[in-house]
């Protein structure tokens, strides 16, 4: 009994992600399918920036609409480092992503005392204050409104020119920040985030410092966007500003809340079926962005646990019927 | 072990604690009674740290710490209960203890996310303390239960053992029989000198008067946010103008 | 130079007031925020010169229909989506998300409805410009000011003169202790999002004839309005029309004086700081809670 | 363990969806395209998009590229580059398109030739900016206008006119700025002094605080440079803020935006541009022009309002040409056959042979006066300027 309490199972709490993240490589194995190769190249690097935002909102319960901001810190900088001063890519991704959890440190620490709406508003305002820093940069070195190239991946020489060869980066890089994020959120430092999303006051009365571990949780969520935000730039070779508008910010959130927030697997579903409608959505042509809304309104009102909490009751229920399972494991 | 000195509290005109001054002996389960509205939980919120009291002091083993924020207080030593529970609802029985013991863990922000072995030991030592806890009051067979599933009086009982994980010198108690039935209380009633035991002192708000006049080595009495009287059980209950309080306040 | 740029500030933030003012009533009323404000204000203005323009109503006949339009398009959100959500006890997170996803079913809706080039206002007036002390301003700026003063002044004589805005104010201080006075809680939250919805149209159409007429229209506008509202303290009715019109000044003078690059990092600066070092805005309201 | 089961077979059932096999490659000539058809800027791109299908109609009505019939693989940006750059690479490794047509948006275009580039396929791009034909992509070729050719001949106006000053106003977006940064230098060059430089922000609507900034520095002639709709607003709001002078517009001054900012407000605005819009297919005196307006208002019911069209069609046209010089529909042969185009555009001629791979190469300069674009020369010479000092009571 005892030995079963503590939650090293990480193994098989990894089955699943990692399962559905082969089972997306399947494209590896056709010939041809560049392009929905490239989409799982782009949910790898979108999981990644979900789940940062997921040990936000999904752990600490702080809500951010302008994550785009980070994303965009990411990707801006490991491209002007790259470009500018002939760092090694990697390198530049990680100093990228660093300086970025250091912004969002900054941020966190006068908006930890904000809550709810009031965060959000903030976060809003801060997302469109880094855009226009990214348009009107100084001395242009974003290059304002015509965005910025910048090389493939390469590593130690070894260029990743092709989406089969990025795919297996990208799944490295996923199974990183997950197991990370895995570790992160079953740890004490975990355990102290979930504690301020239940109940702050009580969380402060239990010896947690409630602020410094708000800004923790927002560093470390900066920190994983703008490495996506990194992984995406080294992807397509371009961005343009108006990728890291709020709509972007948007587009996390709802991906989040589509596959269902606090867990190592909501953010991957969320991302593969956001994306997917998206995709889908592409035939319908003048009318997408309209259908698109109103989707998204539909699935906000009718499912209000996401996409997969609405499929988790059904299989629940089914569940339920062929036999009473053990109680779950809180929340994970 | 823990002094107040002319503590006073003030909302807006209200003043809701007025000057109190009290003492907790090391050792001994200290009662803290009054009527509704008397201003008990105030104070109690001025001990660990919610309220800076507008005037007074708060002085514990020889240290000042009103003013300080609630987690300064609770790493000082003094943990506390809630009067309204205040449970982790969605995380687990096991895992409350585990935020309680917080304070005492020593692991930092990348140890934690790199699960170094030192991480790895401690978290491993810390499920089996908690564990230990829940032995301690009795709820081991609910560790995987979310809090919030738990009966009423349970989560009282699990609010304490996630106090005492932080192993604190003082605990402060806020009406901890509320809600529990006559056989619960008669478990607490055992558990307090159990955490007696642990060398741990109480400080604790009851209106049970049953349980607090069978435990408590001493009683502060507060109505209308003074200190009406103090004095042993049975001093106060010969006390006239607590009688009158009490008959007049309800 | 001077006079002009306050001309234009108290143009631009009449607009910001009107908007602002809807974000304050809805959070007063209700305690949520919506980012669909400026999308209804597009809406309005698209209403407003389908009324006017395509059918040939008089401006004053088309003005009150789009207000009208716009009223049971905000009392429809609240009773269709936003009570429904509230009722499932849902995160606000999903009702902010429903708002988004409203606004954008409007920006994609209207170029569907109204065809994507920018669509063509009518003057109201049959001068193209007015002189001022010497200095010529369009006729419709003047409106502008002078149409979002008289709804802030019918605004105020609504919500303290009359029984119905008393009854507002109750439900929206205290829910339960209105209910049981016999107010209809309910209605009052949905006739809030009515009034909000009205006066983001009535912004609309008064910068439809200035501006032309567009999808993204109100976008920026709806966003910046926060601004306005932070700056009053949000929740406050007052606080929303002087915060408006405060951010409008700025925005201009800052353009006009120092660079017209800082236009719109002014609003967010100011908003944040705001937020971060004023949370209960200039007027003292006690909305924002400090955790 | 029936959990992780089920995941996985959601995540293959969405592969399956994905990994449709791509399209066998047929019989047809397969052009792909992407404009922006939602979000912001796509009206311009709606246009375009209709003119490409009407001008793919006719070449497969007149024997197709070779005798193959034309396709159409359509895509929508939403206007922005993030997704012109996955509709590029599905163009590319799905559709495997034989050739594309890009965005009238020249952000998208950056971003996405250069896949079409490396992959080799024949590319044009709509856009104006001189920028992305600065990266000497041998694939990519354009039959539109390129803003940094109008300038100087725009610029030439102020010395016609004799004007010694001028403030600028321009947008940040690539083809706005860039253009607004060419002509600074052109005037400088010249020795006419730019007062005031103001700029505005994609989503702003109102820009009276800039206006009022440059009127006080007092300018000859004030030029805007900017994209979209905005000119409309901007000329509308120039006007009623008082200003009375020539606006000189770094492209032609479309009838969407005359729409807008009203017939008065619209007058005197010059430009140099391969062609301009018409309020009726009457209007129009050029036989090919008119020909083309009268079969885009029979195909959908209403005029053209935007010079998008009109690049559409162009850039179909010259496709064909090349197809017919090379004589075959391999994408190099298209290539280098196109150096060698030589057509009658919509806006004049289309010439290739200077080997920059642009088809526009000079065109004239305009005003638009009570509605009617004029040409500039004519204009001066019939003693319109003159009627314009006595109309707005400006001096010199």
């Known amino acids: 009994m005892q030995k079963s309490l503590a939650n090293n199972s990480l193994g098989k709490k990894l089955i699943a992600p990692i399962a559905i993240l082969l089972a997306l490589g399947m494209p590896l194995y056709v010939r041809g399918a560049e392009y929905p190769l490239m989409l799982a190249c782009i949910i790898q690097l979108y999981v990644v920036a979900v789940s940062g935002l997921d040990i936000l909102f999904g752990y600490c319960g702080q809500i951010s609409l302008g994550h785009a901001a980070f994303y965009a810190i990411g990707a801006y900088g490991s491209a002007i480092l790259h470009n500018n001063f002939g760092l090694p890519i990697l390198f530049t991704m990680f100093v990228a992503a660093t300086l970025a959890a250091l912004v969002g440190a900054v941020l966190a620490i006068p908006a930890s005392k904000l809550v709810f709406h009031f965060l959000s508003l903030a976060t809003v305002a801060f997302g469109e204050i880094v855009y226009q820093f990214i348009v009107h940069s100084p001395g242009g070195i974003t290059k304002d409104f015509n965005g910025i190239f910048s090389a493939r991946l390469s590593i130690f020489g070894f260029e990743f020119s092709t989406y089969r060869l990025w795919y297996y980066f990208g799944l490295a890089c996923v199974i990183v920040f997950l197991t990370a994020k895995y570790f992160l959120v079953h740890s004490k430092t975990g355990r102290a985030f979930t504690a301020i999303r239940e109940n702050s006051h009580a969380a402060n009365g239990m010896g947690i410092n409630v602020r410094k571990y708000k800004v923790m949780a927002f560093a470390t969520s900066a920190f994983y966007t703008a490495f996506a935000g990194a992984m995406y730039i080294h992807l397509v070779g371009y961005v343009h500003p108006d990728t890291f508008l709020r709509k972007q910010s948007v587009l996390f959130l709802t991906m989040l809340l589509f596959g269902g927030t606090g867990s190592l697997t909501g953010p991957i579903l969320g991302v593969i079926s956001v994306e997917l409608l998206i995709e889908s959505l592409r035939v319908l042509q003048d009318y997408q962005g309209f259908v698109y809304g109103i989707l998204l309104l539909i699935v906000i009102v009718a499912l209000p646990g996401g996409l997969f909490g609405g499929f988790k009751n059904v299989w629940n229920l089914l569940a339920g019927r062929l036999g009473k399972r053990r109680g779950g494991a809180g929340a994970c | 072990m823990l002094t107040t000195d002319k503590v006073t509290v003030k909302f807006g005109g209200l003043t809701a604690v007025n000057q109190v001054s009290v003492h907790v002996e090391a050792h001994r389960i200290t009662g803290l009674i009054g009527p509704n509205g008397a201003g008990k939980t105030t104070f109690f919120n001025c001990i660990s740290g919610v309220y800076r009291p507008n005037s007074g002091s708060v002085i514990f083993e020889g240290n000042h710490i009103e003013g300080k924020k609630p987690y300064q207080v609770n790493r000082a030593g003094i943990s506390r209960t809630y009067q309204i529970i205040n449970l982790f609802k969605k995380m687990n029985v096991l895992e409350n203890v585990l935020v309680g013991m917080h304070p005492r863990l020593k692991s930092g922000y990348l140890s934690d996310m790199f699960r170094t072995p030192s991480q790895r030991r401690e978290e491993k030592a810390a499920y089996e303390r908690a564990y230990e806890w829940l032995k301690f009051v009795d709820l081991q067979d609910h560790a995987l239960d979310p809090a919030g599933s738990l009966s009423y009086g349970k989560q009282r009982l699990l609010e304490i053992a996630r106090s005492l994980a932080s192993t604190p010198k003082l605990i402060l108690l806020d009406e901890p029989a509320a809600g529990m039935n006559s056989k619960e209380k008669e478990e607490l009633d055992e558990l307090l000198k159990r955490i007696l035991e642990l060398g741990v002192t109480v400080l604790m708000v009851e209106h049970d008067m049953k349980l607090v006049m069978g435990i408590c080595h001493y009683l502060n009495v507060l109505s209308e946010g003074k200190l009406l009287a103090k004095g042993t059980p049975s001093e106060i209950q010969n006390n006239p103008d607590v009688i009158q309080a009490y008959l007049g306040g309800e | ?291 | 363990m029936k959990k992780v089961l089920s995941l996985v077979l959601v995540a293959l059932l969405a592969l399956a969806t994905l990994a449709i096999p791509a399209m066998a490659e047929g019989e047809t000539f397969r052009i792909g395209t992407y404009f922006g058809i939602t979000g912001g800027n796509s009206a311009y791109g709606i246009e375009c998009r209709n003119a490409v299908r009407l001008a793919v109609d006719y070449v497969n009505q007149n024997g197709g590229f070779n005798g193959q019939k034309v396709e159409l693989v359509e895509y929508d940006t939403q206007c922005s580059a993030e997704e012109a750059v996955k509709v590029a690479t599905k163009l590319i490794t799905e559709d495997k398109v034989d050739a594309a047509i890009g965005s009238m948006n020249s952000g998208e275009v950056l971003a996405a030739a250069p896949y079409f580039n490396e992959a080799g396929i024949y590319h044009f791009g709509c856009g104006t900016a001189a920028s992305w034909m600065k990266e000497d992509w041998p694939y990519v070729f354009r039959a539109a206008m390129n803003n940094a050719f109008a300038v100087p001949i725009a610029a030439n106006l102020m010395v016609d006119l004799g004007y010694k000053t001028i403030a600028i106003f321009n947008g940040q977006e690539e083809a706005a700025l860039a253009t607004a940064n060419i002509f600074e230098e052109t005037f400088k060059g010249m020795g006419i002094e730019v007062v005031a430089r103001e700029s505005y922000d994609a989503g702003d609507t109102d820009y009276s605080a800039q206006i009022t900034k440059m009127m006080s520095a007092n300018p000859d002639c004030i030029l805007i440079s900017v994209i979209g709709e905005t000119g409309g607003p901007l000329v509308r709001q120039l006007r009623q803020n008082g200003y009375t002078g020539i606006i000189l517009n770094k492209e032609s001054f479309m009838d969407s935006q005359i729409e807008i900012a009203g017939a008065e407000a619209s007058n005197y605005i010059a430009f140099a541009n391969p062609y301009v819009t018409y309020k009726s297919v009457d209007d129009c005196d050029i036989p090919y022009m008119k020909e083309f307006l009268q079969r885009y208002l029979d195909a959908y019911g209403q005029m053209v309002k935007t010079d998008s069209a009109y690049r559409g069609w162009d850039t179909v046209m010259v496709m064909w040409e090349a197809s017919k010089i090379a004589g075959s529909n391999e994408s190099n042969a298209l290539v280098e056959a196109t150096h060698k185009v030589v057509i009658e555009g919509l806006g004049g001629t289309l010439d290739y042979t200077s080997g920059n791979r642009e088809g526009y190469n000079t065109f004239n300069s305009f005003i638009l006066v009570n509605g009617k674009n004029v040409l500039f020369k004519t204009w001066l010479e019939e003693g319109g300027y003159e009627a314009y000092l006595a109309e707005t009571g400006n001096a010199k």
């Open chain 3, 1 to 291: 130079m001077f006079l002009r740029l306050l001309i234009s500030g108290l143009v631009l933030g009449g607009i910001y007031s009107l908007i602002a003012l809807g974000y304050s009533l809805i959070y007063k009323a209700s305690g949520l925020m919506s980012f669909v404000q400026g999308d209804v204000m597009t809406l309005g203005a698209y209403l407003g010169l389908t009324f006017y323009r395509i059918l040939g109503l008089p401006f004053v006949v088309s003005l009150i229909l789009t207000v009208l339009c716009a009223f049971a398009f905000g009392m429809l959100l609240e009773k269709g989506v936003i009570r429904v959500l509230l009722n499932k006890n849902v995160l606000p997170i999903y009702v902010v998300l429903a708002t988004i996803a409203i606004s954008y079913i409007i920006q994609n809706g209207v170029q569907l409805g109204w065809g994507s080039i920018t669509q063509y206002f009518p003057s109201v007036f049959s001068k193209s410009s007015v002189k001022v002390l010497s200095v010529s301003v369009q006729p419709e700026a003047l409106l502008c000011v002078g149409a979002s003063l008289v709804c802030m002044v019918l605004l105020h004589f609504f919500m303290t003169r009359t029984r119905f805005g008393t009854a507002m104010r109750a439900a929206a201080m205290d829910p339960t202790a209105a209910y049981s006075c016999g107010i209809n809680v309910s209605m009052s939250t949905g006739i809030t999002w009515g009034l909000s919805a009205g006066l983001a149209a009535i912004a609309g159409m008064l910068i439809g004839p200035m501006y032309g007429v567009y999808a993204l229209l109100g976008s920026m506008i709806g966003s910046k309005g926060f601004s306005g509202a932070v700056i009053g303290g949000y929740g406050n009715m007052y606080g929303a029309m002087v915060g408006g019109i405060l951010l409008g000044l700025a925005e201009v003078f800052v353009t006009g004086y120092i660079s017209s690059t800082y236009k719109n990092l002014i609003a967010y600066i100011l908003l944040i700081t705001f937020l971060f070092l004023k949370p209960t805005g200039l007027f003292n309201e006690r909305a924002i809670q400090d955790d």
